[in-house]
T-cell receptor
């Protein structure tokens, strides 16, 4: 079945450094979604990418969808302590339910 | 709107006991989902429903049962609890078919000892 892999599993950064997490799918995706889960919280939707090569920005966060629609990335510029949490990508392939990656846990050292 | 609500927040079960995790949403969403989240393992889909009266298995359905008698409610039943079912359980919903965001409930932390 469809698999979604995310790297790295953990990332520790100094406040102000940049952060990137990568997502790769075993199959071509219809779309990809990104969620953030704060420690002890529940996943919260951040964004969805649909088009090949699409790039979207939300303040310091930049999301990209690969040309082949099999990979995606989330880049955070100048991390802040409020960015702490686990970032999940999740992909749809056809009519199958969303498949989540294992997530990247971000720690920010002030 | 309360969004997606889940009860209880925490529960400790003994091996072999049964329980029902409750999930309700007040957004008139057709699709509802149950996930379990183990440490470092992401979210695994247990069961989902595309509307009242319709349910389908996800990736890890063994040991669980669901029903969907109304649009609002989607309870998850654990029969004969086992330690392997110790996890955090999240319920989620989305408005309909297609690529829409999922709204998650606050979760139920279950320990089976």
């Amino acid at each position: 079945g469809q698999q979604v892999m995310q790297i790295p599993q953990y990332q520790h950064v100094q406040e102000g450094e940049d952060f990137t997490t990568y997502c790769n799918s075993s199959t071509t995706l219809s779309n990809i979604q990104w969620y953030k889960q704060r420690p002890g919280g529940h996943p919260v939707f951040l964004i969805q990418l649909v088009k090949s090569g699409e790039v979207k920005k939300q303040k310091r966060l930049t999301f990209q969808f690969g040309e082949a629609k099999k990979n995606s990335s989330l880049h955070i510029t100048a991390t802040q302590t409020t960015d702490v949490g686990t970032y999940f990508c999740a992909g749809h392939s056809g009519n199958t339910p969303l498949v989540f990656g294992k997530g990247t846990r971000l720690s920010v050292i002030a | 709107n309360a969004g997606v609500t889940q009860t209880p927040k925490f529960r400790i079960l003994k091996i072999g006991q049964s329980m029902t995790l409750q999930c309700a949403q007040d957004m008139n969403h057709n699709y509802m989902y149950w996930y379990r989240q183990d440490p470092g393992m992401g979210l695994k889909l247990i069961y989902y429903s595309v509307g009242a009266g319709i349910t389908d298995k996800g990736e890890v359905p063994n040991g669980y049962n669901v029903s969907r008698s109304t649009t609002e409610d989607f309870p998850l039943r654990l029969e004969l609890a086992a330690p392997s079912q110790t996890s955090v359980y999240f319920c989620a919903s989305k408005i309909g078919t297609g690529a829409y965001e999922q709204y998650f409930g606050p979760g139920t932390r279950l320990t089976v000892t």
